[in-house]
């Protein structure tokens, strides 16, 4: 497994650690479910020092499914799937994953314990199909209800009801291999994006290693644009922000310097 964005000759602290999320269900495509989990799990891993670098959403056809999840578990050190483990027949995920990593699908007897102690006498065959796992795999604690999510090398099989995907994400939290966590500064400007395009494209210019979004909104009384600055190192993204704040000064801009290392983009 490669991941391009991690760079082994860093040190721990300085390190680029990549995740990628998988949402997989037609119901997300056709707009009869809006998905929250993506936003979860984005907020979740930038907090730890992950850095959620794509996520995908597919529907429920196994070539497609197949194809994703390879693509993905090699060019990051984590792949975070959602929807399509449940007991009804077009949940097809465990199925997929357990194809592409060219395994077959098993009853986990862990899993069937799990399931037989949380439904008693009204487990049903529908039910025991949450026992099925890709071979070698192993479980993820769910808090919530019974059915256990699955890990199989970096990737990582979890329910798309989101209340039971954020207790597995909060679960496996602490276990994972992380990274130089990501910092940022905002400075909310009182002007028209277009009015700023080309002090942006300056300052990116000369500070290439920082990350510059801008995030226009309209407020009463006119518009304005949220300039988000973005790195892991500390210094470089201050020297960043003074010099764009500078920037805005000579200009003319009216703006607000925000509050450095939260993720702020105006609204």
Request: hydrophobic content about 40%.
């Amino acid at each position: 497994m490669a991941d391009a964005d991690t760079h082994t000759d860093r040190t721990p602290d300085q390190e680029v650690v990549t995740a990628a999320m998988l949402v997989i269900g037609n119901e997300i495509l056709s707009g009869r479910t809006q998905d929250a989990n993506i936003n979860y799990l984005a907020k979740t891993m930038t907090e730890i020092g992950v850095r959620l670098s794509e996520a995908r959403i597919v529907p429920d056809q196994e070539e497609i499914v197949v194809e994703a999840v390879n693509d993905l578990r090699r060019r990051y050190a984590y792949v975070f799937t959602s929807g399509g483990i449940g007991p009804t027949h077009d949940d097809i995920t465990v199925d997929c994953i357990a194809k592409a990593f060219g395994v077959e699908v098993v009853e986990h007897p862990e899993a069937r314990q799990i399931l037989e102690d949380f439904y008693g006498e009204q487990l049903t065959e529908a039910r025991l199909r949450m026992a099925r796992t890709p071979d070698g795999a192993s479980l993820v604690v769910n808090p919530v209800s019974g059915a256990p999510g699955i890990k199989i090398e970096n990737v990582y099989i979890f329910a798309g009801i989101p209340r039971i995907f954020r207790g597995m994400v909060d679960g496996i939290a602490g276990e994972l291999r992380t990274g130089a966590k990501l910092l940022s500064h905002t400075i909310v400007v009182q002007s028209p994006e277009s009015a700023l395009a080309g002090l942006l494209l300056e300052t990116q210019s000369n500070h290439p290693e920082v990350e510059i979004g801008s995030y226009p909104f309209q407020r009463p009384g006119g518009f304005g644009v949220s300039v988000v600055l973005r790195s892991t190192d500390a210094l470089r993204l201050s020297q960043c922000r003074t010099a764009l704040v500078a920037a805005l000064r000579q200009a003319g801009h009216t703006f607000e310097d925000g509050v450095p290392n939260r993720e702020n983009p105006g609204s």
